[in-house]
C-alpha cells in the first residue's frame, strides 16, 4: 500500500509541477538553438507592433521570429528588404519566420493585410547590427 | 412506476442493463486505481491548460489550447455525451477537488480510518440546496465574453474554481465544494436525470439487512460516500458524483453501474429525494443562458455581442440585467402562467400550485438539455478545426508535436448545421412531452384532469421549441 501510495503521489507531482517544469525545459532547449525573438501584432490604435523596433546580431545562424497576434482581426507581416514575409497572420494565430540575418542595417517591417484605418501606420524597424 | 409503461410504446421504463456484471468491469470499479487514473490524467491536461491560458494572456483564443479544449471539446463533450450518456462521469475524473481530498485524506491511493484532516465544518443548512451553483453559474456566464475568448480569463476562472475547491475542502466537510458550490456541478446534477446510466444499489433485502451501511460510513477498503449520499438508497443520479467508493466499500458487490431508458429519474419523487424549487429553477436558468448564449455567440446580431464583450461598460451592464431578469424571472414567470393554467384547466383544487409549477419544471430537463446539446453542435462543427492545431501547438511557440500544426480552420458540415440543431430539438421536445404527460398523471392523479393540466404546459413546451427552432433554423 504504501509503495502504490508513493507511486499515486509522485504521478500527481509529475503532471503538475513536472509538466510545467518540463514544457518550459523543452522551449528553453529551442530557443537556444535558435535566436529567437516574439513580436506582438496589435493594430496602431491598440498599441502597434510590440516591440516596433527589432535588434538582431549580425551573423547569427539562423532567427527566429514568433509572431502572434492576439486581436481579433488578421494581420500581415513582410520586411521587404530582407525578403521575407508570411501571409495572413489570423485572428490568435502565431506565424514562424526564419531567416539568416546576413546584412547589416535598419530594415522596416509592416503589416501586409488591411486591419483598421490605421493600417498604413502599422509598421516598425529591425536593426541588424 | 407503472410497470408496463413504455415510452413512446416502444422503451420499457424499468430496463435496465447492468455493465458491472462483467468482470473486468466489476473489477475495475473495485480497484482504488479507478477514478484515481483519469483524474491524474485529467489533471495533467487541465495543468497544460492553465499554462496554455497563462501564456495565452490577452491574445484571441481561437488558436489558444486552453479556450479550445475548455470551450470546444470539453464543454461539447460535457452536453453532448458525458452528461446525456453517462450521468455525472466528468465528476468521476474531474480533477478540480483532487488537492482538497489529498489534504483531507492525507492519502491519495489509500484509505485513512477515522477522522479526516481540516476543520470538517457541516455546509450552511439554509444552503444545503442547489441556490448557490445556479446563481455562481449565472454570474459567471455574464463574464462569458472574456472566458470563451480571452486565454488569461479562462485561466483565472479555472485557477479559481480549483483554489475555491480546495479552501472549502480545509473548511467543510468532505465534498462540499462539489455538492453545493461548483457551478459545473449543478446542471450536470439536473441533466443528469435524463442521462441513460446510473449507479444504484442492486438487492434492497440486502442493503436492508447490512446494519453498519458502509457505503455510507465507509470501511478499509474505501471512504464513506464523500457526497453525502446514501448509496443504499438513493433513486436520482442528481447528486451522485460517481466516485465510485460505493462500490469498493460494499462487502456484498450490490452496487451496480447500469444502462438505462433516458429520463427515469424526471418520474422519481420520494419524501427523501423530492422535486424541488431550487432545482426547478436550475432547469429555467439553464434555458434562459441557452438561449442568450445562442443570440450572443452564434446570432447575427453584432450590437448582442459588443455588449456581451464588454465593448462599453454601460453595454455590459445592460446585457448582465436583462440576461438576469431573463434567467431569474422572464422563464420562469413565464412558466408560472402556464402553470396557472394548467391548474385552471385541470379543475383540480387540491394540488397546490407551487407543486404543479416544480413538477412541470422537470419537463424543461429534456427541452434544456436538447438545447444545449443543438447549441454544442453549432461549437463543434465550425470550431472543431482549431483543435487539431491547438494539439500540435498548445502554446502558440510553433511547436508542431503530431505534424497538425499548419492545419488550417476547416468548418464542416455547416450548411446543414441548422437543420441538424432543428432535429436534435424536436428529438428532446418529443422526450419531454412524453416525460411531462406521465409527470402530469403524477401530478393530477385522476386521469382526466391530468389531460387537461397537460395542455397548457404542452403549449408552453411547443412555443419554447418553436422559439429555438426559429432561432437555429432562422
Known amino acids: 500500500m504504501q509503495k502504490k501510495e508513493l507511486i499515486a503521489g509522485l504521478l500527481v507531482v509529475l503532471s503538475t509541477v513536472g509538466t510545467v517544469a518540463g514544457i518550459y525545459g ?33 551573423g547569427m545562424k539562423e532567427v527566429k521570429i514568433l509572431i502572434r497576434n492576439i486581436e481579433t482581426v488578421t494581420h500581415g507581416f513582410a520586411i521587404p528588404d530582407l525578403g521575407v514575409a508570411v501571409g495572413q497572420i489570423k485572428a490568435g494565430e502565431v506565424k514562424v519566420v526564419r531567416f539568416i540575418p546576413d546584412k547589416r542595417g535598419t530594415f522596416p517591417f509592416m503589416c501586409t493585410v488591411w486591419c483598421s484605418t490605421r493600417h498604413m501606420q502599422m509598421r516598425g524597424e529591425l536593426i541588424i547590427e | 412506476m407503472d410497470n408496463k409503461d413504455k415510452l413512446f ?27 484515481l487514473l483519469p483524474i491524474i490524467v485529467n489533471l495533467f491536461i487541465f495543468v497544460i491548460i492553465l499554462l496554455a491560458g497563462f501564456i495565452g494572456g490577452y491574445s484571441s483564443g481561437s488558436y489558444n489550447f486552453g479556450i479550445m479544449i475548455v470551450w470546444i471539446l470539453w464543454w461539447v463533450m460535457l452536453m453532448f455525451i458525458l452528461v446525456p450518456g453517462f450521468s455525472r462521469s466528468w465528476c468521476l475524473m474531474c480533477p478540480f477537488p483532487i488537492f482538497s481530498d489529498w489534504f483531507q485524506r492525507k492519502r491519495l491511493f489509500g484509505v485513512r480510518q477515522g477522522k479526516l484532516e481540516g476543520l470538517g465544518l457541516k455546509w450552511p443548512k439554509q444552503l444545503k440546496n442547489m441556490w448557490v451553483m445556479n446563481i455562481g453559474f449565472l454570474v459567471t456566464t455574464f463574464f462569458s465574453g472574456l472566458f470563451t475568448v480571452k486565454p488569461f480569463a479562462t485561466f483565472v476562472l479555472l485557477g479559481g474554481i480549483i483554489l475555491l475547491a480546495f479552501l472549502i475542502g480545509l473548511i ?67 447528486y451522485c458524483g460517481m466516485c465510485l467508493e460505493c462500490f469498493k466499500t460494499c462487502p456484498y458487490d450490490n452496487m451496480g453501474f447500469f444502462l438505462r431508458p433516458p429520463g427515469v429519474d424526471l418520474l422519481s419523487d420520494t419524501p427523501r429525494e423530492p422535486r424541488r424549487l431550487d432545482e426547478a429553477w436550475k432547469a429555467f436558468i439553464m434555458l434562459g443562458i441557452a438561449a442568450v448564449f445562442f443570440l450572443t455567440m452564434q446570432g447575427p446580431w453584432g450590437v448582442l455581442k459588443d455588449m456581451v464583450r464588454q465593448a462599453t461598460f454601460k453595454g455590459w451592464l445592460i446585457f448582465i440585467t436583462l440576461h438576469s431578469f431573463f434567467c431569474l424571472v422572464g422563464i420562469p414567470g413565464i412558466f408560472f402562467i402556464f402553470s396557472c393554467l394548467s391548474k385552471l384547466f385541470s379543475g383540480n383544487k387540491e394540488v397546490s400550485l407551487r407543486q404543479i409549477f416544480i413538477n412541470f419544471a422537470y419537463t424543461l430537463v429534456p427541452i434544456g438539455l436538447g438545447v444545449w446539446i443543438a447549441f454544442s453542435v453549432g461549437i463543434i462543427l465550425p470550431n472543431g478545426s482549431y483543435l487539431i492545431h491547438v494539439i500540435s501547438d498548445p502554446f502558440a511557440w510553433g511547436w508542431n508535436l503530431f505534424g497538425t500544426a499548419h492545419f488550417p480552420w476547416t468548418p464542416v458540415f455547416t450548411g446543414s448545421l441548422g437543420y441538424i440543431q432543428g432535429f436534435v430539438l424536436v428529438i428532446f421536445y418529443l422526450f419531454a412531452t412524453a416525460l411531462g404527460f406521465r409527470l402530469s398523471k403524477q401530478t393530477y392523479l385522476d386521469l382526466s384532469q391530468a389531460k387537461r393540466g397537460w395542455i397548457p404546459i404542452l403549449i408552453f413546451l411547443t412555443l419554447v421549441t418553436i422559439l429555438f427552432l426559429w432561432l437555429y433554423l432562422g
Open chain 2, 172 to 238: 467543510f466537510e468532505k465534498r462540499s465544494f462539489c455538492l453545493y458550490v461548483c457551478p459545473v456541478s449543478g446542471f450536470q446534477g439536473l441533466y443528469a436525470q435524463f442521462a441513460t446510466a446510473e449507479i444504484r444499489r442492486m438487492n434492497p433485502e440486502l442493503c436492508k439487512n447490512h446494519k453498519v451501511k458502509t457505503c455510507f460510513v465507509g470501511n478499509e477498503c474505501g471512504y464513506g460516500c464523500p457526497w453525502m449520499l446514501t448509496p443504499f438508497d438513493f433513486k436520482k443520479n442528481t
Open chain 2, 9 to 35: 410504446g416502444l422503451i420499457d421504463l424499468n430496463w435496465r442493463f447492468e455493465l458491472t456484471k462483467f468482470k473486468q468491469v466489476g473489477k475495475l470499479f473495485k480497484s482504488r486505481w479507478f477514478p
Open chain 1, 26 to 58: 523543452i522551449e528553453n532547449y529551442r530557443r537556444k538553438k535558435f535566436y529567437t525573438v516574439e513580436l506582438i501584432a496589435r493594430a496602431p490604435e491598440n498599441g502597434n507592433w510590440y516591440p516596433q523596433q527589432l535588434k538582431i546580431p549580425y
